[in-house]
T-cell receptor
Framework: ETGVTQSPTHLIKTRGQQVTLRCSSQ?????VSWYQQALGQGPQFIFQ???????GRGNFPPRFSGLQFPNYSSELNVNALELDDSALYLC????????????FGQGTRLTVV | TQLLEQSPQFLSIQEGENLTVYCNSS?????LQWYRQEPGEGPVLLVT?????EVKKLKRLTFQFGDARKDSSLHITAAQPGDTGLYLC??????????????FGKGTLLTVNP
């Protein structure tokens, strides 16, 4: 059974560019959530995907978008990058259902310069 | 906006000491989860508490969920340097039978000195 894997682990982008981050969910998990963790803060919920559809969204602008594929892997896309987008982006996979456990990947450290 | 307040924000103690970390909210959650996060890594789940008043023990760690399901505490007995890390509490609220989202506190950065 493989855990949650994210790629790339580190990334440097220039303000205004676009970025795509990838996540492979844990085997058998059908729900993927994305979080942004700024330095010194707790993770902030971006959105969740279930059965390839967005299943809830946090307080993030539309330039943050996502996809989930039939194999439950997921992508996070951010357009028109801003300096404040610099953060650790975490993907978490889980089974659907209330109070199920979420398993996090190691994250992608994005730096916008 | 739901907020989870964690205290203290920073804690530096000597090996062998006991400590308690608190997680408080004005909102009710269906469950509360505690995670530990090490630098450059994602959070790792320690425990999930679901029932008001519930107490769970994990070796030297004791977790308690408040009766009203709005607050929680984590108590560590005889802390060891390996306990060093960022401790995060997260409240879960969902709708339609799905684990909608986790709301995290800012975390407590614990340093245990040998």
């Amino acid at each position: 059974e493989t855990g949650v894997t994210q790629s790339p682990t580190h990334l440097i982008k220039t303000r205004g560019q676009q970025v795509t981050l990838r996540c492979s969910s844990q085997s058998g998990h059908n729900t993927v959530s994305w979080y942004q963790q700024a330095l010194g803060q707790g993770p902030q919920f971006i959105f969740q995907y279930y059965r390839e559809e967005e299943n809830g969204r946090g307080n993030f602008p539309p330039r943050f978008s996502g996809l989930q594929f039939p194999n439950y892997s997921s992508e996070l896309n951010v357009n028109a990058l801003e300096l404040d987008d610099s953060a650790l982006y975490l993907c978490a996979s889980s089974l659907t259902g209330l109070n199920t456990e979420a398993f996090f990947g190691q994250g992608t450290r994005l730096t916008v310069v | 906006t739901q907020l989870l307040e964690q205290s203290p924000q920073f804690l530096s103690i000597q090996e062998g000491e006991n400590l308690t970390v608190y997680c408080n909210s004005s909102s009710v959650f269906s469950s509360l989860q505690w995670y530990r996060q090490e630098p450059g890594e994602g959070p790792v789940l320690l425990v999930t508490v679901v029932t008001g008043g519930e107490v769970k023990k994990l070796k030297r760690l004791t977790f308690q969920f408040g009766d009203a399901r709005k607050d929680s505490s984590l108590h560590i007995t005889a802390a060891q340097p390996g306990d060093t890390g960022l401790y995060l509490c997260a409240g879960a609220r969902g709708s339609g039978g799905s684990n909608y989202k986790l709301t995290f506190g800012k975390g407590t950065l614990l340093t245990v000195n040998p």
